[in-house]
């Protein structure tokens, strides 16, 4: 069955640290992986695309790496601040459609 | 640029009654999609549009249907509400220059309309 699987399910981390959030999947054949960032009750914003043949792919304090052999990917954020609090999303396309996953609700605290 | 964007912000209605959603792609894009997310629940593809032909549907009955018009624009049209219809329901636009879902087009996602069923 095709899914994606995200971990953990929330997290809750202090301000200024850093914290890793993880992406499994069973979609094949894999054409490439995409995080989002959903703030509650808007849009997801896309934060990365990754290709088979990435590894790594940074955006500003967002880090996320592919292992395509282990169908793994995770999302780093570094040096956490209070708007990075939302849901994070992965996504395969499988087909004609997408897959999502069911998220990560990260909550950064004063 | 102005992104996309979806009307009305929120629709409030009661069982049985249809409910219209309407989406304005980015400018240029001519795929559409249309997902659900229920409360606490993530994303499920409903429709996806592309150049005006329905492309691809996902596991929703019949009564959700759409259409995309020809400056690309779409609608959402969900017949006989029921109560577990209540959701988000968002909307993506992107190019599809390399033919849908897994190429590497950015999918770019307004900011939803909240409908509410009672």
């Known amino acids: 069955k095709n899914q994606v699987e995200q971990s953990p399910q929330s997290l809750i981390i202090l301000e200024g640290k850093n914290c890793t959030l993880q992406?499994?999947?069973?979609?094949?054949?894999?054409?490439?992986l995409r995080w989002y960032k959903q703030d509650t009750g808007r849009g997801p914003v896309s934060l990365t695309i990754m290709t088979f043949s990435e590894n790594t792919k940074s955006n500003g304090r967002y880090t996320a790496t592919l292992d395509a052999d282990t169908k793994q990917s995770s999302l780093h954020i570094t040096a956490s601040q209070l708007s990075d609090s939302a849901s994070y999303i992965c996504?395969?396309?499988?087909?004609?459609?997408?897959?999502f996953g069911p998220g990560t609700r990260l909550s950064v605290l004063p | 640029e102005a992104g996309v964007t979806q009307s009305p912000t929120h629709l409030i209605k009661t069982r049985g009654q249809q409910a219209t959603l309407r989406c304005s792609p980015i400018?240029?894009?001519?795929?559409v999609y249309w997902y659900q997310q229920a409360l606490g629940l993530g994303l499920q593809f409903l429709l996806w549009y592309d150049e005006g032909e329905e492309r691809n549907r996902g596991n929703f009955p019949p009564r959700f249907s759409g259409r995309q018009f020809p400056n690309y624009s779409s609608e959402l049209n969900v017949n006989a509400l029921e109560l577990e219809d209540s959701a988000l329901y968002l909307c993506?636009?992107?190019?599809?220059?390399?033919?849908?879902?897994?190429?590497?087009?950015?999918?770019?996602f307004g900011p939803g309309t909240r409908l509410t069923v009672l």
């Open positions: 992406c499994n999947y069973t979609v094949s054949p894999f054409s490439n």
């Open positions: 996504v395969v396309p499988m087909g004609q459609n997408f897959v």
């Open positions: 993506a636009s992107s190019s599809n220059l390399a033919g849908g879902p897994v190429s590497y087009n950015e999918q770019f």
């Open positions: 400018s240029g894009h001519t795929s």
